[in-house]
């Protein structure tokens, strides 16, 4: 063997273990109904929860953005790479957030990268839900601090650690504000509790609570009542705002020192102005309306509902994230096929992102579907799960 060879062997091996699988090729925008191989089906993965991917307003504010002020922003934003727009649209997260300061990233994926790696030191301690998302575990792996796990959402496990934690200089507890392979919500009230108890700092991720739980989207912090006990809400621009990026969001102090020392930040050039604009514009449409999470939320309830009714199960969902567990990876992959050819897109998750018996599809429910187009999911959700056998 030479070079890269090695790399087909590899590549054979993911196949042995039924983990090989490329990337669907859309041939159409992100929407409800979206072209796949030369058909239409129907959505039912994305995370465009409230549409705003394909949202009249956010196509014009990017549109018009780079008319003004062209297709890139030609550095990164410490050197000539922030732009009026970019200063806007922090502005507008922290009022939308309740915070002080709001700082965007490039990603959600990099903005924890970009924390995790800044504040913890050595000498400090993390303190982590076990399903927290893999880029808060590599933001954390890329720091020196110390690494304790606790049980899914196990406040008593949480305890214990913090009990036993006081040695280090600072001790940090981070959690994804809604789960993203099982939809339900973290116990945020009592993690701030402990936090309090046990003089710690809360980190939330917020990536499918932003514009999901609060009032007019505005996360979890909100949605528990616990502005200004939270110390960063972290956030995706992604998901339900539609388009790309992350942000921090918290003390001024901490955007301040994040702008001085998070490389990704530092050292990656920075969002087109396009971009920026039409996260704005997302903004202040949920500022302006709670419409559109009310939707959401209101089909959310009723499909999940029609779902359990059907017999399926549904894990732990509380938001319009619902998985129908199925169990191993074969049979999950085979459900899956078999929706698509019903002409619903619901990508199968097997291990090892969630447990080996806890394969799924995921299903994210959004504002934008009709009730028409949920009464199309469930039933061909309904016939191949009774083909299947996994309701009767
Ligand atoms: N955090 C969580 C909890 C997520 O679910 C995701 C998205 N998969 C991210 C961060 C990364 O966000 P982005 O896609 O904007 O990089």
Redesign the pocket.
């Known amino acids: 063997m030479s070079g890269l060879d090695y790399l087909a062997e590899e590549l054979e091996q993911l196949k042995r273990e039924g983990r090989y699988r490329l990337p669907a090729v859309w041939e159409s925008g992100s929407d409800v109904w979206m072209e796949l191989n030369g058909r239409r089906v129907l959505q039912l993965s994305s995370n465009n929860y409230l549409g705003f991917a394909n949202h009249p307003d956010l196509k014009r504010a990017a549109a018009d953005a780079v008319y003004r002020y062209g297709a890139g922003s030609g550095s990164v934003r410490t050197i000539a790479g922030t732009l009026k727009i970019h200063d806007e649209l922090e502005r507008e997260l922290a009022a939308f957030k309740g915070t002080e300061a709001a700082l965007v990233f490039q ?4 903005t ?1 990268l970009g924390v995790f790696s800044t504040l913890l030191q050595d000498g400090d301690v993390v303190i982590s839900d076990e399903l ?2 893999a ?2 575990i590599d933001g954390i792996r890329l720091s020196k601090a110390a690494r304790k796990i606790y049980r899914h959402k196990d406040m008593n496990a949480l305890e214990d650690v913090l009990r036993a934690s006081g040695q280090y200089r600072k001790r940090f507890i981070v959690t ?1 504000g809604v789960f ?1 392979m099982d939809g339900d919500i973290a116990p945020l009230p009592a993690i701030v509790e402990l936090a309090e108890r046990y003089d710690a700092i809360v980190c939330v ?1 917020d ?2 609570a932003s514009g999901v739980l609060g009032r007019n989207g505005k996360g979890s912090t909100d949605h528990f009542n616990l502005h200004g006990r939270v110390h960063i809400q ?1 956030g ?4 339900a705002i539609g388009v ?3 942000y921090a969001a918290g003390s001024q102090a901490l955007k301040e020192v994040l702008i001085h020392k998070a490389r990704p930040f530092l050292f990656s050039t920075s969002h087109p102005p396009s971009v920026a604009a039409s996260c704005l514009e997302a903004i202040r449409v949920l500022r302006s309306s709670s419409e559109l999470v009310e939707r959401m939320w209101s089909h959310a309830h009723g499909f999940r509902k029609a779902l359990i009714q059907a017999g399926f199960d549904t894990g732990a969902s509380e938001t319009p994230i619902i998985p129908i567990i199925i169990g191993d990876a074969a049979a999950t992959m085979h459900f899956s096929s078999r929706l698509l050819e019903e002409g619903v897109f619901a990508q199968g998750i097997v291990f090892p992102t969630v447990a080996a018996d806890k394969g799924r599809i995921r299903l994210i429910i959004t504002a934008a579907h009709s009730q028409d187009d949920l009464d199309f999911a469930l039933e061909a959700l309904k016939k191949v799960g009774r083909e299947t056998g996994l309701i009767s």
């Open positions: 990603s959600g994926f990099t924890n927290n998302h880029s808060i994804d993203s991720d990536a499918h972290i995706t621009l992604s998901k790309v990026g992350g």
